[in-house]
């Protein structure tokens, strides 16, 4: 008699008709395919966001449980990393009807780096362009700009530009004026060192640009003036 679990044509055209039961599947092939489900389950987790791996918690069995947890807090933890550092990303510009909206309620944790500004004034253009591109540097940091008369009013001209910052609704630095920005010279480096220095940004710079320029000026003006020794050599000529 002809096994009905053998692999024939005749058997499969008769397990199609019904006339013969299934193929029986061998116990050893079972587990097999049961645990290469179990690993393609284990597998995939890693790529499903937070809402899948909530919808399929119940096809993973206890030894996973611990993995997936460990990866969902990870998930999470990238998640909120970015919505805190995509907050904000480029300069705004407000009146003075934003100011307690914008500035004063900006909320917990914010630091708000705010430019009183007026255009046709040169250096408040190049301010504004340094800072514009900080603000994509440092989109954890409000960057805000306002004509300064708009913002507040008759605010004299011989202040700006003026650079406010504040957190959480409270003042923490001000540079007020072109004589504390250095007049167009100023470099955007320079530029994010002070905001550092007020806590504003969290600078990769270690230590302050400026600094660098008045030691390379102090070097070459050094190196300009005669040495003792020629001072010496002349006083004895005469």
Not at 17 to 22: D, E, F, N, Q, S
Not at 138 to 150: C, E, G, H
Not at 153 to 159: A, E, F, K, L, Q
Request: with cysteine.
């Amino acid at each position: 008699m002809q096994d009905p679990n053998e692999d024939t044509e005749w058997n499969d055209i008769l397990r199609k008709k019904g006339i013969l039961p299934p193929k029986e599947t061998p116990k050893d092939d079972e587990e097999e395919v049961l645990a290469l489900q179990q690993q393609s389950v284990v597998k995939t987790y890693e790529d499903m966001t937070l809402d899948e791996l909530d919808e399929n918690e119940d096809e993973f069995n206890e030894e996973d449980e611990a993995a997936i947890e460990m990866y969902r807090q990870k998930r999470l933890a990238e998640w909120k990393a970015t919505q805190v550092k995509n907050v904000f990303g480029e300069m705004g510009e407000i009146s003075g009807q934003d100011y307690v909206k914008e500035v004063n309620k900006a909320g917990d944790g914010i630091w708000v780096v705010l430019h009183l500004y007026k255009p046709g004034i040169p250096l408040c253009t190049l301010i504004n362009q340094h800072l514009a591109e900080l603000a994509r540097k440092f989109p954890q940091t409000k960057f805000l700009k306002s004509i300064s008369t708009t913002c507040i009013p008759n605010y004299p001209d011989r202040n700006l530009p003026t650079v406010f910052v504040y957190l959480e609704g409270e003042m923490k630095a001000q540079f007020i004026g072109p004589l504390v920005f250095g007049g167009m010279n100023l470099k955007i480096e320079e530029l994010e060192w002070r905001l550092a220095e007020s806590g504003a940004v969290k600078t990769d710079l270690e230590e302050n640009p400026k600094k660098q320029i008045e030691d390379k000026l102090m070097t070459s003006i050094r190196s300009s003036l005669p040495t003792q020794r020629n001072s010496d050599s002349e006083d004895e000529d005469y």
